[in-house]
């Protein structure tokens, strides 16, 4: 077991000095290598599963730091191939940026070309949507903007009714009191009239009794 974890440890710092000569590298050279880093890698997991199967077989005190030794190993395998990963992601994108600035320097463009005509159709038909969507914006905004105002001017009538009717309710209290009070000073003066005859029946019986 020890030959061949230190077998694939050797194989981990391989792969990691790769990963130096990788970045300097483009192209089939940096293709040809990654396969060779890919291999090792593959390599170090097969390594990685007999050590497994291994660790199971030693002795107890010794099986424990056996499988952590392992479990470790299998982390940094791990690592290793994202990391070769993300350098094949760099370089393709490195490529491809290099290969499409050729391009752009190497392209002809002449006044009738059909792409650039799609493209500009293509701003074109853009910049009249943006425009009728702002223009759509607008008009709802107008609308928004009658409608805040015919509220206003209907809150102002509102409030001219309101009043009105509060003067005419105050006009019809002042009425109310008024009839009340003419009402008071009838019954006062029926009173007062009656109040008189009787008292004059009076005298006048007293007098026709005595007097005559």
Do not use: W
């Not at 056996?66 to 990963?85: P, S, T, W």
């Not at 074109?124 to 943006?130: A, G």
């Not at 005419?168 to 008189?196: H, P, W, Y």
């Amino acid at each position: 077991m020890e030959s061949l974890y230190h077998q694939t440890n050797k194989l981990q710092q391989d792969v990691l000095d790769s990963f130096v000569q990788l970045e300097k590298l483009s192209g089939k050279e940096a293709h040809s290598l990654e396969n060779i880093i890919q291999t090792r890698i593959d390599q170090i997991i097969s390594n990685c599963e007999r050590l497994a199967r291994l660790a199971d077989k030693e002795l107890a005190p010794r099986k424990a730091n056996a499988k952590l030794r392992v479990d470790q190993m299998k982390y940094d395998c791990q690592h290793l191939q994202a990391a070769l990963r993300n350098l094949q992601h760099h370089r393709f994108t490195r490529e491809r940026e290099v290969q499409e600035r050729e391009d752009l320097l190497s392209r002809r463009f002449t006044t009738n070309e059909q792409d650039t005509t799609i493209a500009i159709d293509y701003a074109l038909q853009m910049n009249s949507s943006v425009n009728n969507a702002h223009k759509g914006m607008d008009d709802l905004l107008g609308q928004g903007n009658s409608i805040l105002t015919n509220l206003r001017d209907q809150h102002g009538t509102l409030k001219g009714a309101h009043k009105r009717i509060l003067d005419v309710a105050n006009t019809l209290g002042l009425s109310n009191t008024v009839m009340r009070l003419i009402e008071r000073r009838t019954l006062q003066d029926k009173f007062i009239l009656f109040g008189g005859m009787i008292v004059t029946l009076v005298i006048m019986f007293l007098i026709v009794r005595y007097l005559i």
